[in-house]
């Protein structure tokens, strides 16, 4: 079998359409690279420029003056001085709220066996199979017949909704991963089943666990739609936040300088997941 | 330093209706090294698994030196397990590993460095403490295990198919520097296989176990010539078996008649064992009464100091066909002539007679041939040699 797959390989490379097929490969990265300039990196750039731009006048590529002026300007607005720590707040407590919650019922998950644990577990897909928004209306609706709409407890509920998949199945496949008999040797050599949790399973799991904890803080912190139609209208966020200043003020550098602010987390994200998390961990999270 | 028994040790899951170990009773001396020997799903890692506490026997008990130990969790258990898995901790140096139990009983630092120094000398690996698991060999990681088992001084050692994810060469090796540390020391040790090569050239006595039960408990060399059961007789090396009837004071096999022993009660589901080398063998036609089953060569197989014969005799079989699919095997001195295709004649100069319910019977036709304890030598070297031809 192997050597018959080989052979045909090999006589594969020499003919006209193999080296047609290998150019087309060529050709189909470079567009895909081209894409994610004119998608991704050039809209980046942009904004980054509008940040740190005073003035920006036709036909210039880039901004015509730079200054820092609109960050003084932007950061010291009232709705951002306030918005700013209550986004971080909420994210703070909502994620421990979740982890407080979601880590012990992934343990359950990997380790237990009980009725109905499959359909439970398939249950968390539900909130992302369906329109998001669709569902948070219909949980606003009960929200305000229980008097929760515009309060802080509000949006903490409606986000934990939100962080539940990530919470539950990453955490669950990483306990999972641990193989039974590295606990069973543990116990073996006089280990409590506390401890070989502590220094046997935990130390194992951290590096999938601290993943879930900071993908859940960051799509929280970056969470609008919950927040919006159960926040308003006391409860302003970030990303709320930045939706009206894009909709409603004329100064682009307000938003511009707002959208940089939140990228933030989502980049001290990527240098974590890089020199911590192994590649596999987050992919692994939905392989359960 | 320990003496283990199991008592009616019986083990069933929830679900299922036969019981994963049925009604297990042994004793195990001080200093033995006994090896649990059998198929996959036989019982034998839930038998070890009980000992060591990860299972809980739903009746019965494990004592050791006389105390029982049923009641205690695997941490309180005065046993070590050694697993088939790799279950080195992936996030501790080597160091880490051997020392985390000596740590919990809080012994001092300059005498966990010493232990975990003596323990790693022990299994050939000094040297080795600083390095992580994953930067290990395979045989390396079972030694550390090996180390990690031995350092706290069990009194029971366990070992649960411990290398049978090495290669054939290195899992010969480990074996045997298992069992000159085993000698050294003087441990009890229970090791669990499926492997009856090494389980023959480990144990003193080996438990061969089938379907839950405990079939037979006997020396290798007892297991190896008298097996209790049907079971234990095709399982342990290779052997030749044959439905029989019985006619009168003979049993019939196929057109061939042997002697039937004397004390047989049974008329029916009566097998015929013979072991490769309990054959003699000649051109046909000779002095004595014995019938000979006349065959033809089907393949001669040269393992070097052996031949293995493959002898097609279709008078032992209704049809052609079957006979060609039940080659009776036979093993030839190097020096006797065996061409494929060469006619033959087989005396069975040694089989075992097994009815259902009834102990085994062995006849022997030919008293004269063979001092037994040096046949059973010769045919536990052929048994290692053949398989390690298998293996490789």
Not at chain 1, 71 to 100: C, H, K, N, Q, Y
Not at chain 1, 227 to 237: D, E, K, Q, S
Not at chain 2, 375 to 384: C, K, P, Q, T
Request: hydrophobic share 45%; with cysteine; glycine share 6%.
């Amino acid at each position: 079998m192997a050597s018959q797959s080989l052979t045909r390989t090999g006589e594969q490379a020499f003919t006209p359409s193999y080296v047609l097929k290998g150019f087309r490969r060529e050709s189909l990265s470079l567009l895909l690279i081209v894409l994610l300039f004119i998608v991704i990196i050039g809209p980046m750039m942009t904004v980054i420029f509008w940040a740190f731009a005073e003035q920006w006048r036709y036909p210039s590529l880039v901004p015509t003056k730079w200054g820092l002026s609109y960050w003084a300007e932007t950061l010291s607005r009232a709705d951002v001085t306030s918005a700013l720590p209550l986004s971080i707040g909420l994210a703070s407590v909502v994620t421990l709220l979740s982890a407080v919650i979601c880590l012990p019922a992934s343990y359950a998950f990997a380790r237990m066996n009980f009725p109905g644990r499959q359909g439970l577990l398939l249950s968390f897909l539900a909130t992302n199979a369906f329109p998001r928004f669709g569902l948070y209306v219909s949980i606003a609706v009960v929200f305000f017949r229980l008097n929760l709409i515009g309060t802080i407890p509000g949006v903490i509920l409606i986000q934990i909704v939100n962080t539940l998949l990530l919470m539950i199945w990453i955490p669950t496949a990483a306990f999972q991963n641990v193989d039974r008999s590295l606990e069973e040797a543990a116990l073996d050599v006089g280990a409590s089943r506390w401890r070989v949790f502590l220094q046997i399973t935990l130390p194992m799991v951290l590096p999938a666990l601290s993943a879930a904890i900071l993908l859940t803080f960051v799509s929280t912190f970056y969470e609008a739609q919950g927040a919006l139609i159960v926040g308003v209208p006391n409860i302003r966020t970030m990303p709320v936040l930045m939706y009206s200043i894009i909709n409603s003020q004329v100064i682009v550098q307000y938003g511009a300088v707002i959208s940089l602010v939140l990228w933030l987390p989502s980049l001290l994200l990527l240098i974590f997941a890089q020199r911590f998390v192994r590649g596999n961990t987050i992919s692994a999270g939905f392989g359960v | 330093m320990a003496t283990l028994e199991l008592v009616g040790l019986t083990k069933q899951f929830s679900g299922n209706n036969v019981a994963a170990v049925h009604d297990v009773n042994l004793n195990v001396a001080d200093g033995e090294f006994l090896c649990i020997l059998g198929p996959s799903g036989c019982g034998k890692s839930t038998t070890l698994r009980m000992i060591g506490g990860f299972e809980e026997p739903t009746a019965g008990d494990v004592r050791i030196d006389g105390q029982s130990v049923v009641n205690l969790p695997p941490n309180r258990r005065p046993t070590a397990m050694v697993f088939q898995k790799y279950t080195l901790w992936p996030h501790m140096r080597v160091y880490d590993n051997i020392a985390f139990g000596l740590r919990l009983h809080h012994i001092p630092k300059a005498h966990i460095d010493r232990e975990v120094k003596s323990s790693l000398e022990m299994v050939g690996l000094a040297g080795y403490d600083q390095r992580y698991p994953s930067q290990l060999s395979g045989g390396e990681q079972q030694r550390v295990a090996l180390a990690r088992a031995l350092v706290l001084k069990p009194k029971i050692l366990l070992l649960d198919e411990p290398f049978s994810n090495l290669d054939a060469l290195l899992r010969v090796r480990l074996r045997e520097e298992l069992h000159a540390i085993q000698r050294r020391i003087e441990i009890t040790a229970i090791f669990v296989t499926h492997d009856q090569e090494e389980a023959l050239s480990l144990a003193d006595r080996i438990a061969v176990m089938n379907a839950g039960h405990l079939e037979q408990l006997d020396k290798p060399s007892q297991i190896y010539a008298h097996p209790k059961s049907l079971f234990v007789a095709d399982f342990i090396g290779v052997m030749n078996i044959f439905p029989a009837e019985r006619r009168g004071d003979s049993l019939r096999i196929g057109q061939y008649s042997v002697k039937a022993p004397a004390n047989l009660s049974a008329d029916a589901g009566i097998s015929i064992a013979v072991r490769p080398e309990d054959f003699s063998f000649g051109a046909a036609g000779r002095s004595d009464s014995t019938e000979p089953w006349l065959g033809t060569i089907d393949q001669s197989i040269d393992l070097g100091h052996y031949r293995k014969v493959l002898v097609v005799v279709p008078g032992l079989f209704p049809d052609q066909a079957t006979a060609m699919m039940h080659r009776v095997k036979v093993y030839m001195p190097k020096a006797a002539e065996a061409r494929e295709g060469d006619s033959i004649a087989l005396y069975p100069r040694r089989y075992l007679v097994y009815a259902d319910h009834i102990q085994p019977l062995e006849i022997r036709t030919d008293l004269t041939s063979t001092d037994e304890n040096l046949s059973d030598n010769l045919a536990r070297v052929a048994i290692a040699s053949e398989q390690l031809a298998n293996s490789g």
